[in-house]
């Protein structure tokens, strides 16, 4: 099992630019998630996904778009990038949807807007 | 909607002190708690959680969490730290239906060999 892969590693976009974050895990994972980590603040949950076909907004989904076509991968896209989007950007998933169950967190994607 | 709160951003300590992290959560109802470790340059692991049953969770590495419901508590500790401990550490609550997390802001744990 390769776990919760992202691509990329790293990204340096200009204002107004959109670009698409990707999220992909191969252990069959019902829930998957998208976090933004800033100095200071710790992980604050932007989207998530109950199941292909299946998402809602969490605490800061201003300027990102979600789709979950397939249970393996979970896309993350911002439409028009804001300096104030650059962040790490953690992809997470877990087993069961259903109830509280540990989250599996991919390497990051680190993004500057400049 | 719930809230964590760690009581420290930073600590300093030196290898074999003892060390304990603070984590409380606003939040009434059932909840689930969870310590995650972030290594330099690594991704988020998990530590420790707690769901039901005995307040005094073990985890990896020699870590241990005790759940106080009459504090709203769930502290991290470990005995005795080793340099290779430094690492920032995330409290974490899930309040119940889906797993969606909600995190504490981190502690940055420097330890000096």
């Known amino acids: 099992n390769a776990g919760v892969t992202q691509t990329p590693k790293f990204q340096v976009l200009k204002t107004g630019q959109s670009m698409t974050l990707q999220c992909a895990q191969d252990?069959?994972?019902?829930?998957m998630s998208w976090y933004r980590q800033d100095p200071g603040m710790g992980l604050r949950l932007i989207h998530y996904?109950?199941?292909?076909?299946?998402?809602d907004q969490g605490e800061v989904p201003n300027g990102y778009n979600v789709s979950r076509s397939t249970t393996e991968d979970f896309p993350l896209r911002l439409l028009s990038a804001a300096p104030s989007q650059t962040s790490v950007y953690f992809c997470?998933?877990?087993?069961?949807?259903?109830?509280?169950?540990?989250?599996?967190f991919g390497p990051g994607t680190r993004l500057t807007v400049l | 909607a719930q809230s964590v709160s760690q009581h420290n951003h930073h600590v300093i300590l030196s290898e074999a002190a003892s060390l304990e992290l603070g984590c409380n959560y606003s939040?009434?109802?059932?909840?689930?708690l969870f310590w995650y470790v972030q290594y330099p340059g690594q991704h988020l692991q998990l530590l420790l959680k707690?769901?039901?049953?005995?307040?005094l969770v073990k985890g990896i590495k020699g870590f241990e969490a005790e759940f106080i419901k009459s504090k709203f508590s769930f502290n991290l500790r470990k005995p005795s730290v080793q340099w290779s401990d430094t690492a920032e550490y995330f409290c974490?609550?899930?309040?119940?239906?889906?797993?969606?997390?909600?995190f504490g802001k981190g502690t940055m744990l420097l330890v000096s060999p």
């Open positions: 997470a998933s877990s087993y069961d949807r259903d109830r509280a169950d540990t989250q599996y």
């Open positions: 252990m069959n994972h019902e829930y």
């Open positions: 996904s109950v199941g292909a076909g299946i998402t």
């Open positions: 939040y009434g109802g059932t909840v689930n």
């Open positions: 707690y769901f039901s049953g005995d307040p």
């Open positions: 974490a609550v899930n309040a119940g239906g889906y797993s969606t997390l909600t």
